[in-house]
Every structure is written in structure tokens, then in C-alpha cells.
């Protein structure tokens, strides 16, 4: 016996429209959320020993840092007056060179701060070529 003739039963419909707002939400969410930082990297030359010499030897770029932050270019007493002034100084010091090697030699109480002004200059001047110097312990 079936008491509903006239009337037609109605299809359940699933909403896609809910669905796709749902999903563009969330993508919104995730695109905000995740961070796209590229880290940059220093390259710094670390000298070898024990190696052949090299035919094209270009002249190195001697900075000295001492404890009392007291700066000097290929032994010549430099002051300090900013990171420009030290990326002028080394352009001058390295002449035509187009990427000289840039080594620093810190006093081991010298400050942090001295050392990054001199890496700052030599990037500011274009060079990415630097090393630095220590000295083995006594044994």
C-alpha cells in the first residue's frame, strides 16, 4: 500500500559550493601561514694546506682588527668611519683586481661587531672571497 502518490520524493543534492569554500579557506590558510624565507648563505674560503700553488695568484687583502677595534688595510692604519668608508678603503687597496681574496686577521678579544664591519665592506665592495686567520694551540 503506498499512501503517497501524488507526491515525488526530492533527490538529496550534496552543495559543492560550501565544499569549494571550505577548500579555498584552507589553501588561503596555508599560503599565509607558510613562510618563504631564503636564507643566504656566506661563502667563505677556508685556505688549504698542503696544496700546489696556483698559476694565476692574485694579491690577497690583508684587514687586521685588534682588541681596542682599531682596523688596518695590507698593514696601513685605516679608521673606522662607517661601512662605506671601509668598502672605499678596501676597492682602494685592491686596485684592478675584480675579486680579490679578503683575509681577515682578528684579534682573538676583538670584538664580534669589528669583524662583521669588515664582511659588510667587502660585500658592499663586491667581494665575496674572505677567509680568515688563526693560529694552532701549543701543545
Known amino acids: 500500500m503506498n499512501f503517497q502518490r501524488g507526491q515525488s520524493r526530492d533527490e538529496p543534492e550534496i552543495n559543492l559550493i560550501a565544499l569549494i569554500d571550505v577548500l ?13 624565507a631564503k636564507f643566504s648563505e656566506l661563502q667563505i674560503n677556508l685556505p688549504e694546506a698542503g696544496g700546489d700553488a696556483s698559476s694565476s695568484q692574485e694579491k690577497a687583502i690583508h684587514v687586521s682588527v685588534d682588541s681596542s677595534e682599531h682596523y688596518a688595510i695590507n698593514n696601513q692604519g685605516v679608521t673606522y668611519a662607517g661601512v662605506g668608508k671601509m668598502a672605499a678603503a678596501l676597492k682602494r687597496a685592491a686596485g684592478d683586481q675584480t675579486d680579490p681574496t679578503i683575509i681577515i686577521n682578528a684579534d682573538a678579544k676583538a670584538p664580534h661587531q ?23 694551540q701549543p701543545k
Open 24 to 36: 579555498l579557506v584552507i589553501l588561503i590558510f596555508l599560503m599565509v601561514t607558510t613562510s618563504y
Open 114 to 136: 669589528s669583524v662583521i664591519n669588515v664582511m659588510e665592506a667587502a660585500r658592499q665592495a663586491g667581494y665575496g672571497r674572505i677567509t680568515f686567520t688563526t693560529q694552532s
